[in-house]
């Protein structure tokens, strides 16, 4: 049967399809997505970092330990007792703190242990709460002889490293501090960690603590995106690589 004309044109206008690419589009496309697959699994990582302090946390609110006399570091978030003294004269206001969007300080508290060495005890956050920022909170102790309870923590630490010098006088305004840094300005020996102050102890401030940074799930959605990206850039390149040829 002859070929009609309608016929022969709309093969030739489909053509026939060939996939090629340039090395160069290649190249891009393989870097980009080692680049995407990288971040994804970085923060897979992150969301197993993650687990692990989230879960930690969640664990650390179960039973109370006494502090160890080698005042070795414990498990961080384990809840530790220790007894001692406030010492309300030489505070410390950790400045760069917010809660819920509102600026302040903590309130870092030496607990002068019967040896002299110190935990340092973290009372919780005070908001500035007045016109100027450079009015200090009232954060008055008493002294007696007391023991308390709470979690084993680091001191937080900034995203980037700047240095910041202490204000003079007490109590003392100081930015991310580490504790040889508190132990130079005490005089003393000081454990390595802070305590949060437990919420049912009394002389503390607002101490809604949580695991710090995001849970895991927004570092594990994080990484689908990277993932999503790398597929996405291969697919580009596929459909980019397949060309047209017109039929003859």
Request: proline share 7%.
């Amino acid at each position: 049967m002859p070929r009609q004309a309608g016929e022969y044109s709309v093969a030739a206008s489909k053509g026939r399809r060939t996939f090629r690419v340039s090395p160069w589009l290649t190249v891009l496309t393989a870097v980009a997505c080692a680049l995407f697959v990288s971040l994804g699994r970085w923060q897979l990582d992150r969301a197993e970092q993650k687990r692990v302090l989230f879960e930690g946390f969640a664990s650390g609110a179960g039973s109370v330990q006494a502090l160890p006399l080698s005042f070795e570091p414990v498990a961080r978030y384990q809840r530790v007792s220790v007894s001692g003294r406030y010492d309300g004269a030489r505070q410390f206001l950790l400045d760069n703190m917010s809660h819920d969007g509102q600026p302040g300080f903590q309130v870092l508290t030496p607990l002068v242990l019967d040896d002299g060495r110190v935990v340092i005890v973290n009372r919780g956050f005070v908001a500035f709460g007045t016109a100027s920022r450079n009015e200090r909170p009232p954060i008055e102790v008493g002294g007696g002889q007391r023991r308390v309870a709470g979690r084993a923590d680091s001191l937080p630490r900034p995203a980037v490293e700047l240095e910041a010098a202490a204000s003079a006088g007490w109590p003392r305004v100081v930015s991310f501090p580490r504790s040889a840094d508190l132990a130079a300005a005490l005089g003393a020996t000081v454990h390595p960690q802070v305590l949060l102050l437990d919420a049912g102890e009394p002389e503390g401030f607002l101490r809604a603590w949580t695991a710090p940074g995001l849970p895991p799930d927004r570092h594990i959605g994080y990484a689908v995106q990277w993932f999503g990206f790398a597929a996405a850039v291969a697919v580009i390149w596929l459909v980019l690589g397949f060309r047209r040829e017109e039929v003859q």
